[in-house]
């Protein structure tokens, strides 16, 4: 690789990007071929060159993954006490640490994503396997039901069994840590398949926890496509769980494939979140939270605030500035510090933003881009783009782009614009602002959303449940409401007396 990219990247940086090598499977405590031999070229976003290949999985790979991972919960893992489990996910955290300096620019390496961006989303890793350490000594806890002197009832939390986990390409490695982390600590075993498009980070994370030395067949990887190794990981019937992240229609499907081995599903999915700015709010700062909020990581982020509804009174100065705020972000190599915004993640995904760009003018759109310099003709980059005159029931409004592209729209009372960002499929986030809280609270209850947030950009709270209503998810991840899809309640029901059992049949 170019050393002129790596100006802004630690020793440990470049040392880990020029040692790159090609990925196998881990399976069973082990780094192995693919059954079949097969492998897929794994391309760089920023040049559409190859970077290196990586071992293709399919069902005879996922079948032995399953296998280790049900001996493993059979054995060793599953019988362990949860001091000792838990001090494995303590160690898998420092070692996250010790590496953020490699892993971070891995993760710009091979997404597009701004190294100034990944290197918070690796801290943030780290800090999901501490933070379920800590939920599962603290919240994994029962309840007692007491009946009088005659019965006691109480309530015991047990791990499922083995969890499939599917992942999505954009901040891989983040949120991998946040599903493996509650996994593993509330006891279960992982087989996890991650996106073929940013596999580096995902063999970066296997060989930490081998390094970690969880016992062999807790943790495995089948890297591959989803169509070979994402769908024989759903239709296997010896996985439990499934947990996964993605576009809605991919996850109908995965429900559909494993609805016959009854399975527990989570499913994380698109979403086309509104933005609602009142002529009150603190317009500097709503258009500071609108501009990180859509260009951020590249615009591939599921709670992106793609529909921007301002009040008529505000619209045109918010334009203005929200225009020249597009012309100044900084688009580059991600590998550079001062990159807002990098490529997207592949030739494919950058086709089908540009396809809706494309679609926005022929449905009435006025389009504003940004400026994409030159020398960076070689990758997928879509520049920062804004949609004016919009309407809410053109697709550019009501279909996912998940790029860097935001439609705007207006409104003139809090009912309409109530309808407006109701009116759609989706239903993940939502954002709010205005000096009136009572009227901030009203417009956050009345939207349909999972999460909504006044007067703030996307700030996570761990402890807090996240997830979709409509069509972006089912079930909620984070804090303890994890705990409702990776263990299984189970009631005990103690007789303190001899309590009246009929007699059926005696003389």
Partial sequence: ??????????????????????????????????????????????????????????????????????????????????????????????????????????????????????????????????????????????????????????????????????????????????????????GNTVVLKPAELSPLTANRLAEIIDKAELPDGVFNVVHGYGETAGASLVANPDVELISFTGETTTGSEI???????????????????????????????????????????????????????????????????????VANIRVGDPMRADTQVGPLIHTDHYNNVKSYIELAKEEGCEVISGNIPGELNRGNYVAPTILLNAKNNMRIVQEEIFGPVIAVMTFKDEAEVIELANDVRYGLAGYVWTKDMQRGHRVAHAIDSGMLWVNSQNVRDLRTPFGGSKHSGIGREGGHYAFDFYTETKIIHVAMGDHHIPQFGKK
């Fill in 1 to 186: 690789m170019s050393t002129d990219r790596l100006t802004d990247v630690s020793e440990a940086g470049k040392k880990a990007i020029n040692s790159i090598s090609n990925i196998k499977l881990y399976i069973d405590g082990s780094f192995v071929d693919a059954e079949s031999k097969k492998t897929f070229d794994n391309i760089s976003p920023f040049t559409n060159e190859k970077i290196n290949t990586v071992a293709s999985g399919d069902e005879a790979d996922i079948a032995k993954a399953v296998k280790a991972a049900r001996k493993a919960y059979k054995g060793e893992w599953g019988n362990m006490k949860m001091k000792d489990r838990l001090t494995y996910i303590y160690k898998i955290a420092d070692l996250i640490d010790e590496h953020i300096d490699e892993i971070a620019p891995l993760e710009s390496y091979d997404t597009g994503l701004p190294i100034s961006q990944t290197k918070k989303m690796v801290a943030r890793a780290a800090n999901n396997f501490r933070f379920y350490a800590e939920m599962v000594s603290a919240r994994l806890v029962g309840e007692v039901y007491q009946v009088d002197d005659e019965f006691l009832n109480y309530t015991v939390q047990k791990p499922v069994g083995i969890a499939g986990l599917i992942t999505p390409w954009n901040a891989p490695f983040m949120l991998e840590t946040w599903k493996i982390a509650p996994a593993l600590a509330t």
């Fill in 255 to 325: 429900m559909k494939n494993g609805a016959d081995s009854l399975k527990r599903f989570s499913m994380e999915l698109g979403g086309k979140s509104p933005i609602i700015v009142f002529e009150d709010a603190d317009v500097d700062r709503a258009l500071d939270a609108c501009t990180w909020g859509i260009f951020s990581f590249n615009g591939e982020r599921c709670t992106a605030n793609s529909r921007l509804y301002l009040h008529e009174s505000i619209a045109e100065s918010f334009i203005e500035n929200l225009k020249d705020r």
